[in-house]
């Protein structure tokens, strides 16, 4: 197993190189690039102030822009960046150095990668922070949802995927399928708008906070109060998020365990006279499970980054994933590739996890064997 743990934990590398290239590659192409955005505030255009380029666009303020149609980058009159026309050639020369983007693209992502390989991300483009620091400012929010919801949902879901299956056909299968049919169709972020609306001051009850993660001053509460004002700020966001995920795991673990216990072996230990929840506990419960656990890696990214993006937005709550959705709207790569970067990881670190959770729960499973 330790020999197949390390083969796994060097293929990591080749993937990550994979993946960062093919993102690098496909960000050259978007349009509305940062140097774009910055020569957009320079005349106007920008939707947002000037500010937001705290301190990298600071030094560009004692130059003023030319008049429009005025010889730009290159001398050629024709500048390869849209609305440049307006601004001398030195401050788009300028500007491109600040960002980055006067060296060519080949020696940019070979750079990043030495870089990343000590997990120095650089610079943000607009914050004038560290992505680094940043990253680890918001990931405490973007846990916090991501293990309770992944906690609340395999305590919740498992048991019940195995009373359906014990239970299969009956009335009470029948009425919980309809409940888990129902919250699968909703979505996390409409569920979290109605939970709103009633339980946050929107029209009926005004039982929740409707921002946050703690409330002002929660740093100078006693240690017990802020358990509960954190839990009190967290429970609608982590409901919000619980349903999608308890509703496909519910019906996952039902049918494997449906299958299970219409294979023979099941049968054959019901005939040596052992009980039902022996059966159920001892042999089919480690068989059943190899699935449900498979999916876990997936289901925890899928909650901490993509699940959570508009739960965070909504419920205001300052995470990575409102981070990497305004880094995107930004164009800022560093911050961008920062988060793509660690969520891999993240991803294929848990997926060893998967495996080495499956030989526990079934040492019949060797994966060196395979591998050999």
């Given at each position: 197993?330790?020999?197949?743990?390390?083969?796994?934990?060097?293929?990591?590398?080749?993937?990550?190189?994979?993946?960062?290239?093919?993102?690098?590659?496909?960000?050259?192409?978007?349009?509305?690039?940062?140097?774009?955005?910055?020569?957009?505030?320079?005349?106007?255009?920008?939707?947002?102030?000037?500010?937001?380029?705290?301190?990298?666009?600071?030094?560009?303020?004692?130059?003023?822009?030319?008049?429009?149609?005025?010889?730009?980058?290159?001398?050629?009159?024709?500048?390869?960046?849209?609305?440049?026309?307006?601004?001398?050639?030195?401050?788009?020369?300028?500007?491109?150095?600040?960002?980055?983007?006067?060296?060519?693209?080949?020696?940019?992502?070979?750079?990043?990668?030495?870089?990343?390989?000590?997990f120095d991300f650089?610079?943000?483009?607009?914050?004038?922070?560290?992505?680094?620091?940043?990253?680890?400012?918001?990931?405490?929010?973007?846990?916090?949802?991501?293990?309770?919801?992944?906690?609340?949902?395999?305590?919740?879901?498992?048991?019940?995927?195995?009373r359906k299956a014990?239970?299969?056909?009956?009335?009470?299968?029948?009425?919980?399928?309809?409940?888990?049919?129902?919250?699968?169709?909703?979505?996390?972020?409409?569920?979290?708008?109605?939970?709103?609306?009633?339980?946050?001051?929107?029209?009926?009850?005004?039982?929740?906070?409707?921002?946050?993660?703690?409330?002002?001053?929660?740093?100078?509460?006693?240690?017990?109060?802020?358990?509960?004002?954190?839990?009190?700020?967290?429970?609608?966001?982590?409901?919000?998020?619980?349903?999608?995920?308890?509703?496909?795991?519910?019906?996952?673990?039902?049918?494997?365990?449906?299958?299970?216990?219409?294979?023979?072996?099941?049968?054959?230990?019901?005939?040596?006279?052992?009980?039902?929840?022996?059966?159920?506990?001892?042999?089919?419960?480690?068989?059943?499970?190899?699935?449900?656990?498979?999916?876990?890696?997936?289901?925890?990214?899928?909650?901490?980054?993509?699940?959570?993006?508009?739960?965070?937005?909504?419920?205001?709550?300052?995470?990575?994933?409102?981070?990497?959705?305004?880094?995107?709207?930004?164009?800022?790569?560093?911050?961008?590739?920062?988060?793509?970067?660690?969520?891999?990881?993240?991803?294929?670190?848990?997926?060893?996890?998967?495996d080495v959770m499956?030989?526990?729960?079934?040492?019949?499973?060797?994966?060196?064997?395979?591998?050999?």
């Open positions: 197993m330790f020999a197949y743990i390390v083969r796994r934990l060097l293929l990591v590398i080749p993937t990550l190189f994979g993946i960062m290239l093919i993102n690098f590659a496909i960000v050259q192409f978007a349009p509305g690039g940062p140097v774009e955005q910055a020569i957009a505030t320079w005349q106007g255009h920008a939707v947002e102030a000037t500010s937001r380029f705290s301190g990298r666009g600071a030094d560009l303020q004692n130059n003023q822009p030319t008049a429009a149609g005025q010889t730009t980058a290159g001398g050629s009159g024709v500048s390869k960046y849209r609305g440049a026309q307006g601004l001398r050639p030195e401050i788009i020369a300028q500007i491109e150095k600040q960002f980055g983007f006067d060296k060519p693209p080949r020696e940019r992502f070979w750079k990043m990668l030495t870089d990343y390989a000590r650089g610079e943000s483009y607009f914050s004038n922070q560290r992505v680094v620091d940043l990253i680890i400012e918001k990931m405490p929010v973007s846990i916090s949802l991501g293990l309770w919801t992944t906690l609340i949902v395999y305590l919740v879901s498992i048991p019940l995927g195995i014990v239970h299969d056909d009956t009335r009470f299968d029948a009425w919980s399928s309809g409940v888990i049919v129902a919250g699968y169709a909703i979505p996390s972020f409409l569920f979290s708008v109605l939970l709103i609306v009633v339980f946050s001051g929107g029209r009926y009850l005004d039982w929740f906070p409707l921002r946050g993660l703690t409330s002002a001053g929660w740093e100078h509460f006693a240690w017990w109060r802020q358990v509960a004002d954190y839990f009190w700020h967290i429970t609608l966001p982590v409901l919000s998020l619980v349903l999608g995920g308890f509703a496909g795991l519910t019906m996952l673990t039902k049918n494997s365990f449906l299958d299970q216990i219409k294979l023979h072996y099941v049968q054959t230990a019901r005939a040596k006279g052992l009980s039902e929840n022996q059966v159920l506990y001892r042999h089919v419960f480690r068989n059943a499970m190899l699935i449900v656990i498979a999916g876990f890696p997936a289901m925890f990214i899928g909650i901490l980054f993509t699940g959570a993006l508009l739960i965070e937005v909504i419920f205001s709550l300052d995470g990575l994933g409102l981070l990497g959705y305004e880094a995107a709207l930004n164009r800022d790569y560093p911050v961008m590739f920062a988060i793509l970067y660690l969520f891999t990881l993240i991803g294929m670190l848990l997926q060893i996890v998967r499956y030989t526990i729960i079934d040492p019949r499973i060797d994966f060196e064997t395979r591998a050999g």
